[in-house]
């Protein structure tokens, strides 16, 4: 375990307070340090850093910052004015001015007094940083998709497994009461023989032309090259910096599909206890992509122009990143709004006192973090996981990209007699960033 751990922090700070005279302490440590007047003692507090701090990271950061045993004390990003703005939300959070900001977070991964990280740059740093992170000691939770391609999947997890880190893929659905209960009820046999899963996921596209080169701006304002990392050059425009990056085949992942895929086809993998497996077989057509177990479940990829738009066959008011299992006994279906729907009605009773919670919420995946962190468990939605339900997905995208069926070994993860596929398993990078 690397020397900046919690636990050996935790066993130094303990040796030297029990040698100290106790009559001194008040006047040498910080009631809040000792952990007085109910707050965490530095001992058990994790230190957390952030990279790229847009709208999710935002939003994951509000909820984790509620958690009195976390305290974040750094943030990178290559944008200024998000560098900013993170800085005010942690600094008003803790009412001083002790958060650090980074343009480059390799600088912020040097800092040995910081455990864990949070990353949520786009798509495309995703993997990278967490490699990196992995690699300089510190625990990872990662947005979603993790990796961009199959071969940064398998990149990252190894990564994970080799240096013992804690990972978390950021697709906290699996921490969410009504998901959990669609997916205990698949598991208890009461739906009977589970037969066919659905997954709703965005219609894919592949956005490949360049938005109009602008003046690239001043490296402290935006560093362009650093925004870009491992992906392709192109001239800067103000729109990829502002979120506008989604779509473009060199940033996003597998063809705008993981953006729900990551999470919906993750549900219905563990619906089907498939965790350490994937589908087989991925048949594309003009309205989705139909995928086939070893064991005979059928896992189908619906395709929705927009988040909001209307859904055919799926329940409206259940909200965005709606899943559907199904078994010859009866169904369930559930979505973002937190609200669960069963057949036959002799199921009610099963789901009528259910908390309803928002599936964007963060707050139970984030806690499951840090308890993984001090206890050194797997969490929810570890290496593995992430793994496996993300081959999935960009398996079945470029099913659909190469517009024909694809078959894959489960067990090498490599597709059987296409070398075309294969070779679109990976992509390359520039050098100067490329993770080795």
């Known amino acids: 375990m690397a020397a900046s751990s919690p636990s050996n922090r935790r066993k130094f700070i303990a040796g030297t307070a029990a040698g100290a005279s106790l ?42 910052l509620q958690h009195a045993d976390v305290q974040c004390v750094a943030i990178a990003d290559v944008q200024r004015v998000r560098r900013d703005a993170g800085k005010k939300l942690v600094d008003d959070h803790y009412g ?20 864990a990280v949070i990353v ?8 990278p ?42 697709t906290q659905r699996r921490s969410v009461p009504n998901f959990q209960k669609a997916v ?10 589970l037969h066919t899963l659905y997954a709703s996921v965005y219609e894919p596209a592949l956005e490949t032309q360049w ?6 701006p001043n490296r402290d304002d935006c560093d362009w090259n650093l925004w870009l990392g491992p992906a392709p050059w192109r001239p800067y425009n103000e729109k990829y910096v502002q979120g506008r990056w989604r779509g473009y085949y060199d940033f996003d992942s597998g063809a705008k599909l993981l953006d729900w895929g990551a999470h919906t086809v993750d549900l219905c993998q563990w619906a089907n206890q498939a965790d350490d497996t994937m589908p087989i077989r991925y048949v594309p057509t003009d309205k989705g992509i139909t995928c086939y177990y070893e064991n005979g479940v059928r896992l189908v990829l619906d395709f929705l122009k927009t988040p909001f738009a209307e859904r055919p066959g799926w329940v409206q008011d259940l909200g965005t990143c709606p899943v559907r299992f199904v078994g010859d006994l009866g169904s369930v279906e559930t979505g973002d ?19 309803r919670v928002r599936g964007l919420d ?38 659909w990209i190469l517009g024909r069926e694809l078959t894959i070994d489960p067990k090498t993860e490599t597709f059987v007699n296409d070398p075309e596929a294969n070779s679109l398993c990976a992509r390359p990078e520039r050098d100067c960033w490329s993770y080795t």
């Open 120 to 127: 949520a740059t786009g798509d495309r740093w995703h993997a």
């Open 184 to 193: 205990e009820l698949a598991h208890s046999g009461k739906l009977g023989k």
């Open 96 to 115: 001083n001015q002790d958060c650090k900001l980074y343009r480059d977070m390799r600088q912020l991964l040097d800092r040995k007094d910081i455990d």
């Open 211 to 216: 938005l109009p080169g602008q003046p690239t």
């Open 362 to 399: 963060v707050s139970a995946h984030s806690r499951n973090f840090l308890d993984c962190i001090k206890s050194r468990e797997l969490p929810a939605a570890n290496a593995t996981v992430m793994r496996r339900s993300h081959i999935a997905c960009h398996a079945a995208a470029l099913s």
């Open 337 to 355: 709004s937190g609200g669960i729907v069963v057949t036959p009605t002799s199921l009610a009773k099963e789901v009528e006192s259910l908390q």
């Open 23 to 64: 009559a001194a302490l008040p006047t040498i440590v910080p009631a809040r340090a000792l952990g007085l007047n109910q707050q965490v003692a530095a001992s058990d507090r994790i230190n957390l850093g952030v990279i790229g701090i847009g709208p999710r990271c935002t939003y994951d950061l509000q909820a984790i």
């Open 129 to 170: 940083a967490s490699m990196l992170a992995a690699e300089a000691g510190k625990d990872v939770y990662s947005e979603k998709p993790c990796g961009i391609t199959i071969a940064k999947c398998q990149q990252l997890a190894d990564t994970i497994e080799r240096t013992g880190r804690v990972f978390q893929a950021g």
